[in-house]
C-alpha cells in the first residue's frame, strides 16, 4: 500500500556513468520500501534515460530527485549543471538508428507527463528535468 503522506528523496552524484546504476538501484529501494513496487520497472527506465543524460552530456554533478504526492504520483527528476533546454526527443519512427535524443523519447512516451525548467541554486546554474507516473 503506497504512503498517504508526501515524500521526498535527493541523491546528489558525480559526474560518473557508475553513478546511474546507483542512482537505479536507490530508487528501486527507495519505491518499494515505500510500497510502490508496481511502479519500479518504468520509473527505473525514466530515472535511468534522465540521470543518463545528466551524467553524459554535462561536465559537473547531477542529482536524483524523487517525490511522492498523495493520492498518487510520482515525480522523477534528475537536475545538472548545464543550463542548456535538453535535446528536443527524437521520434522513434525518423530515429531508429539515432544514438542520441532516444532517452527523452522514452520518457515522453513512457511518463504521463515530462518538462524541464532552468534552475539556479546557491549561485550554480543548470536545469532540472523531470517527469510524472500516476500510481492508478
Do not use: Q
Not at 94 to 119: K, N, Y
Amino acid at each position: 500500500m503506497p504512503d498517504n503522506e508526501p515524500w521526498e528523496y535527493s541523491l546528489h552524484i558525480p559526474n560518473d556513468l557508475r553513478a546511474v546504476t546507483v542512482s537505479r538501484r536507490t530508487l528501486r529501494l527507495i519505491l518499494t520500501m515505500h510500497g510502490l513496487i508496481r511502479l519500479v520497472d518504468v520509473a527505473e527506465l525514466l530515472a535511468t534515460e534522465l540521470i543518463t543524460n545528466a551524467v553524459r552530456h554535462t561536465k559537473g554533478p547531477a542529482a536524483l530527485r524523487v517525490r511522492w504526492s498523495p493520492p498518487g504520483t510520482l515525480r522523477i527528476g534528475a537536475w545538472d549543471a548545464d543550463p542548456e533546454p535538453p535535446e528536443p526527443p527524437v521520434p522513434f519512427e525518423r530515429g531508429e538508428d539515432a544514438e542520441e535524443g532516444r532517452g527523452l523519447a522514452l520518457v515522453r512516451a513512457c511518463a504521463d507527463v515530462w518538462g524541464w525548467h532552468p534552475l539556479a541554486r546557491h549561485g550554480n546554474r543548470g536545469k532540472y528535468v523531470w517527469c510524472e507516473l500516476g500510481a492508478a
